[in-house]
């Protein structure tokens, strides 16, 4: 049972627009949100965090918004990059678990030139 | 300033046969984790561990795998037999006790596992 679901598998952009990769979870006890970026061949890589207790989060082109309510957090590039093509994965962490991550599937996003 | 190191990058090994993953963490850190991405499953935490001891071993699939942490600076995972529905990427990740954000994990390249 997929407690952090990327129910997009891929996402097709161009550049210089917007990306908005979104993640739902089931789980009322997360209270903490990341996004890794994963190129092929490469281990997932930390992009950007954001807290329970916040709705959002910015660091330069890329945001993270959090809706409790709905259980619903989605990421924003913007501007997007070629760059930026790479899979995205959505992770969690349970309270009082400090280290353990559920995570998404991932959705491959491309950047089309 | 080394990342994780994982090793083999690359294995094809037939049904039935042990298999052996190996993993040398971030110096200084000590918390390990493996991990196993699938397209059917995603990422999946298989186990982890803090200063060389198990501490969840939850998300280990069944009894043909095992892992261990004789040292600070090494770990492996092992599947014994192995079968064909675990291909998958292996990747093993460290991380240092006491920063909040998940902003300190740090994976290492996986490594590729595919059984015929």
């Known amino acids: 049972d997929q407690q952090v679901k990327q129910n997009s598998p891929s996402l097709s952009v161009q550049e210089g627009r917007i990306s908005i990769l979104n993640c739902d979870y089931t789980n009322s006890m997360f209270d903490y949100f990341l996004w890794y970026k994963k190129y092929p061949a490469e281990g997932p890589t930390f992009l950007i965090s954001i807290s329970s207790i916040k709705d959002k989060n910015e660091d330069g082109r890329f945001t993270v918004l959090l809706n409790k309510s709905a259980k619903h957090l989605s990421l924003h590039i913007v501007p997007s990059q070629p760059g930026d093509s790479a899979v995205y994965f959505c992770a969690a962490k349970l309270a009082g678990s400090n280290y353990k991550l559920t995570f998404g599937k991932g959705t491959l996003l491309t950047v089309n030139p | 300033d080394a990342g994780v190191i994982q090793s083999p990058r690359h294995e094809v090994t037939e049904m039935g046969q042990e298999v052996t993953l190996r993993c040398k963490p971030i110096s200084g850190h000590d918390y390990l984790f493996w991990y196993r991405q699938t397209m059917m499953r995603g990422l999946e935490l298989l186990i982890y561990?803090?200063?060389?001891?198990?501490?969840?071993d939850s998300g280990m699939p069944e009894d043909r795998f095992s892992a261990k942490m004789p040292n600070a600076s090494f770990s492996t995972l092992k599947i014994q037999p192995s079968e064909p529905r675990d291909s998958a990427v292996y990747f093993c990740?460290?991380?240092?006790?006491?920063?909040?954000?998940?902003?300190?994990?740090?994976f290492g390249e996986g490594s590729w596992l595919t059984v015929v």
């Open positions: 561990f803090n200063n060389n001891v198990p501490i969840d």
């Open positions: 990740a460290s991380r240092v006790q006491g920063a909040i954000s998940g902003n300190t994990i740090y």
